[in-house]
């Protein structure tokens, strides 16, 4: 067998399907475009689900791609076992409604065995199949030529994830040899297909030829699709550990040169000890994963993808103390990635200074964060040596989610301090939370029914709403009704329509489509009420029928002009937005969506904190400067490559063929374009932003208007401002200000008097407060409800007792604003404050939290605070 670096493994995989006729499609981004099913892109088909649903036909039904993926569901056996990873490549190959099991099978067979390419011993590869699918048994027997022993039939051998493709998969194997067999010969999982280290599985194919209905519950019930598709699947971490004969899949090119890098920051050596080889292998996976995740744009928070960026981070810290690495290193570790994998992603070398800076700003919020942790961690240890020295599975729970502790360090905390933890108690805790991240997604399928009657439509239709926005001889060349198609439709039916040409635009790229009416003569017989694309290109009217509509009727196609040129302008104002944010921000911002209506348009974009009022100004400035130009919107259709010479701008989420438009806005702004605009920037008249917000991790949201919308906003400010005036009694707008900083300055001041007076009172009542003080058991207790108008009051009380106080813990509770408030300090070290804040704070109908020293705690029932000093009391007795 061959000696190959993962570089070759994957280009001859290339290679070879691109030999075959297939497309090779560059690896997509790892954050889902347009598919809200998905946090993100954890397969090599989930870039492609469109095709294989039927809501896109492809240029060519035949595609292979090496496709990034993440998936976290099982990240606790990252580095515990040989090969799971959070990232991966997929290397697949794909037919859309093309070539079927007999060049799948065969092509996997020649690829793998061929001289001129893998050049493996068939004598080690083995294959499984589904017990009913005759079909694959026969071309791997007769066709390969596999013997008997070589070809095993599984049960599970049954691709299905619900609704949707659906059919037999095969999977083939390499047998590692005795080197690697962990169990005894006759152990039931010793087998190709089994649980076992020998016999490694390198490839899944995929029979798609079934459709998994609604209400099916039995694959034999299941109808033939009429497109049949192949999708398969293999690793290429896998395929590397076969050819470079790693024991497991880290011990390849791909995380080697990793591992050594942190062996050059730590003291421990990989290969030395099991448990820090875990540690090796977890910061070998996460920052790659890291670092192709962030170069695609996810940033850390506490939701979403953020929220996985955070946690691989903080596991990776973690694991980097086990390995006595001192300070910040994974932005060491990011360059390693890059040169790895340079020759198949040399954009992560371009974006290694961003994606270093955010991971160090991580690593140095983590570690006050994992000090924070570990005072909590000190606090649920003293609560559980009062309770039967176990650790509760929500206190695990929030140490591993608020924290990043996971459960084994937790584990390993608590067996030095004498204490166990309720593992199943923290499994329930994990498990919720997967429901919960489940249910917050959209419930969308993953992927569509498949629906031939759209998919086999192949006739020609023009768009030509470019410079045409009424056609006068247009031809009704499809109806279609409830999935079927019709020769008529009648009068308040609802149907889809396509023309042979039309001047409607289709929703894309943000832009919502064109309304308007079909006539005949001067009589309107439908209501063009959406436009969409469908599979083959086409543009599909959504109709309300006024008149019969009969197949080859000719009629007048007309767009609602008034309405096509306000989304007409709101598109070009996304433009010179998207340019604006560059000039202003960086070069760093990108589009990470947009919508365009008639009324407004919204723009999101990569950036990390609000955009400063200042900059959203200079945004306005140069946007007007620009549209009192009058600067010229031009158009051409050209090749991509010349496209990209003339400076054109991609824009997120789109894919563009061989033929590209180009848009250009003076010398202002180039993009790829498919949308309408404007024929000057005058037309706009005024640009206003409305609004600027976060929308996500590292993902703001500008909404704007143009024109007469941009001018009501002026007026409505205008008229506001005026009566502003009216009511400080100034005599002229400008002298609006003076008078107003005149007002906020003299409630200043009654605010210093006010808080110089509570200050007295509350110094007046301090003493009976702090001498009334309770014995309870081994400790002292003042408790109080106080007439305080803030925190800041009990807070200031809690200072005073602190030097003058004669007990060891404080409790005060007061009502503020119709709100219960409550305030913990302890001088005791056995009694943390917020232990006890957390166990009082219930029964004020809130919570809260805060240091072993003091605590504190707001909640929505003021009758409860007499019980919750109660309940401290109690729970100070108890524990004490």
Known sequence: MKELSSVQIRQMWLDFFASKGHEVVPSQSLIPVNDPTLLWINSGVATLKKYFDGTLVPNNPRITNSQKAIRTNDIENVGHTPRHHTLFEMLGNFSIGDYFKKEAITWAWELLTSPEWYDIDPALLY????????????????????????????????????????????????????????????????????ENERYLEIWNLVFSQYNHLPGLTDNSQYPELPHKNIDTGAGLERFVSVFQHGRTNFDTDLFL??????????????????????????????????????????????????????????????HGRKLNIAGSFLGDLVPVVGQIMKDFYPELLDQQ?????????????????????????????????SQGNQISGSDAFKLYDTYGFPLEITIEQAQDAGLTVDTQGFEIEMEAQRTRARESRSSEKSMKTQSAILTDIKDESEYVGWSELNVDDAHIIRIIKDDAVVESAKPGEIVQVILDVTPFYAEMGGQIADTGFLLVGDKKVAKVIDVQNAPNGQHLHTVEVLEELVLTQAVKAAVDLERHIEISKNHTATHMLDQALRMVLGDDVHQAGSLVTDELLRFDFTYQGPVASEDLKKLEKIINDEIAKNSQISWVETDIESAKKLGAIAVFGEKYGEIVRVVSIGDFNVEFDGGTHAQSTSELQLFKIVSESGIGAGVRRIEAVVGQNALDIYSHQEEILSQLSELLKAQTVDQTTDKLEKLLAENKELQKENESLNA???????GDVLNDVQELGTTTLTSAIVNVNSMDGLRQIADDWKTKGNSQILVLGAAIDGKANLLVASKDKT?????????????????GGGRPDMAQAGGKNPEGLSEALQKAAEYITKIG
């Open 127 to 194: 294959v499984t199949v589904y017990p009913n699918d005759t079909e694959a048994y026969d071309i791997w027997r007769n066709e390969v030529g596999l013997p008997e022993d070589h070809i095993v039939k599984v049960e599970d051998n049954f691709w299905d994830i619900g609704e949707g493709p659906s059919g037999p998969d095969s999977e083939i194997f390499f047998d590692r040899g005795v080197d690697f067999q962990d169990l005894p010969d006759d152990d039931p999982e010793m087998y190709p297909g089994g």
């Open 257 to 318: 040169p990793i591992i050594h890098a942190t062996e050059n920051l730590s003291d421990v050596n990989y290969g030395d000890n099991p448990q820090t080889d875990v540690s090796f292998k977890v910061i070998a996976d996460h920052i790659s994963a890291l670092t192709f995740a962030i170069g695609d744009g996810a940033l850390p928070s506490n939701e979403g993808r953020g929220y996985i960026i955070r946690r691989l981070i903080r596991r990776s810290v973690l």
């Open 353 to 385: 200074e961003k994606t270093v800076k955010i991971v160090l700003a991580e690593e140095k919020r983590f570690s006050e964060t994992l000090n924070e942790g570990l005072q909590l961690f000190e606090e649920v240890a003293q609560i559980a040596k």
């Open 760 to 766: 007295q009172l509350i110094n007046s009542k301090l």
């Open 831 to 847: 009694f943390a404050a917020g232990s006890i804040i957390k166990e009082i704070a219930p029964v004020i109908g809130g919570g």
